[in-house]
C-alpha cells in the first residue's frame, strides 16, 4: 500500500467510519486439524472459497463499511480469519501469542501490518496465549474475554491493566466452541447472540448479568454459526440464519444477511472470524453509528 492509503486508512479509523481488515483466501486452505471442524481429508474448494469471501467482502461494503486488505502468505492457511490478528482499541493493537504452532507465524504479518500504518503495537508477555478479537470482544463498557481452549485466563488481567477496562473472564465449555466469538455475538452496547451451551454455568450468569438483551440460538443455529456474525450498525451478516432466530433478531431492528461460507466452517470459522474491526470492537462505539 502507498503512503497515501496507510493516511487513509487511519483518517477512516479516526473518523470512525466502520472499517475491517480482511485477508484474501488465495492461500487458504485445511492443511492441519487444530479444532474439531478442520479434517484434512475434508478440504476446502478454493473456487468456491474465492466466491464465497468476495461476497462477504461486497456484502460489507455494499452496507457502508470500509475494507482494509491484508496480504495472503503461503503457508499460512488461516491468515485469512483476521478476527485472531489481535484485538483494536483506539490507536492501540493489542497482537496475538497463538496457542498452535502452525499459526505463530501470522504474528509478525499482522503485527507488521500495524505497524507500518501507525498503529501502536503491543505484544502479550511471551507465556500468555491470546488470540485477539477471537476471544476478546467488547458489549458495552466491558470486555468479555473468553478462555481454556485458546487464550488463557491469565491474559484478562494482564488485558484490563494495560488498556484501562473492566476485562470479564468467561470459561468455554465445549471444544466446538473454541473461541468466544463462535458462541457469542454482541450486537450493540446492550444486546448479543449468544449460544448457552458452550458455557458453564457461572459464566452464564456473569454474562447475564452484564448483557440485558441476550438472544438465544439454538445447537443447531451455532452449528450453522449464527453466533459469528459481522455487525454493521443494525444490519447483521451471517454464514446461514434459521426463520426463527431471523425473526428474533428482526424484533429487537436487526436486518439478516446470510450469505453461505460453506468452505470456511470446514476451519471451524465463518463471518466474524474473516474479519477484524479496526474502528475498534467496542459495541459502545457501533451504537452511535
Ligand atoms: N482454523 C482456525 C483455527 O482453528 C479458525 C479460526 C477461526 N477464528 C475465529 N475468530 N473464531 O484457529
Redesign the pocket.
Known sequence: MTATGDTEAITLVLKRKPTVLMCPPDHYG?EYE??P??DVKRGAVPELAQRQWARLRETIEALGAAVEIVGAVPHL??LV?T??AGLVVGNTFVGSN?R?AV?QGESPVFDAWFAERGWNVVRPPADIYF?????ALFCGETLFFGYKF?SQPRGHAWLGELLGVEVLPVELADDRY?????CFCPLDDSAAIIFPGAFDEYGLKAIRDRVPLLIEADATEAEAFCC?AVVIGRDVILNDISPRLADSLGGHGFRTHPLGLSE?IK????A???TLRLDGEEAAAWAKD
Open positions: 485445511i487444530i479444532n471442524w478442520m492457511p488461516d480469519f478476527a485472531n497463538f498452535h499459526r488470540e485477539g478479537a477471537g476471544d485458546r473454541y473461541h468466544l466469538d463462535t459469528n470456511f476451519s471451524g470459522g465463518s466474524k472470524c474473516l
